[in-house]
């Protein structure tokens, strides 16, 4: 019995390697994206697409392409943001700047500042790296995030929000460690 219980023991994994949200290859991505999100109060699901695009930690920018022009650029600790006619708005990136629903977070590959703001549990889930990300701040918008990724690529980010409605981000065509267009970053 005590031979069973040694072999069954040495089976278990006695360290635990802590997994990260992946961070792209050099810096660099590019990936279209398919937005859906869900209201309770709201019988149609509204549905977005764009691309987003990252050349190196300082720049950075989120475009919605479809049904209307709607994007976020960063560029050293420049945010810019523009919806449909209005003019666009820069701001300084800081603490309070970041919004609780802006997923630009989970591409930087900065996990120091994502454990900071977030508890990220690692699991597997259908061959994909699965995380559970939870905000600490009381005053988030956002019950919790659900990341699913293969390597160095983020393929799908689920948003449950406090209202109950739920995003969800589904990426395609996912490039990492090349460099990307300029086109893509001109707004």
Known sequence: MIKYLFVFLCLIPIVTIAKEIPRPDNDQ???DFIMTKKNPLIKKEIVSSGYISMDGQKR???????????????NNNILTYKSGTA???????????????NIAIFFSGDNEKIKKKYEVVYSS?????????NPKSSL????????YSQGDKVTKIIIYHKNKSIQTYT?????????PDENFFKY
Not at 60 to 74: A, D, E, G, R
Not at 125 to 131: L, P
């Open 171 to 179: 990426f395609q065509n996912t490039r990492t460690g090349v460099k």
């Open 140 to 147: 988030s918008t956002i019950l919790y995030y659900e990341i």
């Open 29 to 31: 991505l590019y990936t």
């Open 60 to 74: 950075f920018i989120y475009k919605q392409l479809n049904p209307s022009i709607f994007f976020i650029y960063i």
């Open 125 to 133: 889930r259908d061959g994909f790296d699965f995380f559970t990300i």
């Open 87 to 101: 003019p666009a708005v820069s701001l300084t990136v800081d603490d309070k700047t970041e919004d609780s629903s």
